[in-house]
Structures are given as C-alpha cells and as structure tokens.
C-alpha cells in the first residue's frame, strides 16, 4: 500500500511498471480497432417496478397553547450620590544638595595559585620521503632529466 508520507517509492514502481510493458500490448490494442463490428446483445426486458400504495398522511391534534406567567417589574435602581473629594496638595520635592561621592576601600590582591606544568605533547614519527621499494625487479624506471 502507498502511503502518502513516502511519495519517493512510486519513482521506482513506475519505472519497474514502464520496464515490463512491451510492444505487444500496443499491437493488440490497434487489433481491437479492426475488428468488424460487435454484435449487439438483445437488450433484456425487465419487469415494471411494483408501485407503493399511498397512505393518508396522519393529522395531528393541535396542541394547547401554554399560558405563561408575566415577568415581575423590576423596579429600577437609583444612582447614588457621591460625595466630592478634594484633591490633595503635594508638598513639592525639595533639591537635594550634592552628595559626596564614597570612596570604595581597596580590595587586597588575590594570589593566584601556580598550575602545575602539563607534559608535552607525543609527536608522530615522520616517514621517510622515499620509501625503498622492496622489489628491485618490479621497480618502476627512474626519470631522466637532461639539463
């Protein structure tokens, strides 16, 4: 079954579908073209429907009206009177004088404790530029260069 979060497996499937389709079936399709004619079948006479008989369509007692209760007056609310405050008088703010400036007492140095030295890197062993070849037989030929 395809499922629609992996779209990628249909690539495949079209191309293994394309690689097993061959020339015959476009041949034997172009034969169905050139055939004469089809014999037309006998159409078949099917029996008339049975009608439904038709039932009085029932009728309902009409219902009593419900006689519902008036809503009691709510009488309205009355806004009450607030009385009015006077707004207050701030003092206003005084100019402050200029304020020494404190001094911060020296902090006393820290000593900072000494690391132990760490130990040095192991260094890979250098090979060799040219490595003898173990063969002198199967040796490649050395270049010549004339100056």
Do not use: C, W, Y
């Amino acid at each position: 079954m395809v499922h629609h979060h992996e779209p990628s497996i249909l690539l495949p499937l079209l191309l293994i579908t394309l690689s097993l389709m061959n020339g015959k079936e476009v041949l034997a399709s172009r034969h169905l073209l050139q055939i004469p004619a089809i014999p037309e079948l006998p159409k078949v006479e099917l029996p008339p429907l049975p009608t439904l008989p038709t039932f009085p369509k029932p009728e309902l007692p009409p219902l009593p009206k419900a006689e519902l209760p008036s809503l009691p007056d709510i009488p309205s609310l009355l806004k009450p009177d607030l009385p009015t405050f006077h707004k207050p008088e701030l003092p206003t703010v005084p100019d402050n004088p200029d304020l020494e400036e404190l001094e911060l007492p020296e902090s006393p140095e820290l000593e900072v404790p000494k690391l132990p030295e760490l130990p040095s890197l192991p260094t890979f062993p250098t090979f060799p530029k040219e490595i003898p070849f173990p063969f002198p037989s199967l040796s490649p030929p050395l270049s010549t260069t004339t100056p």
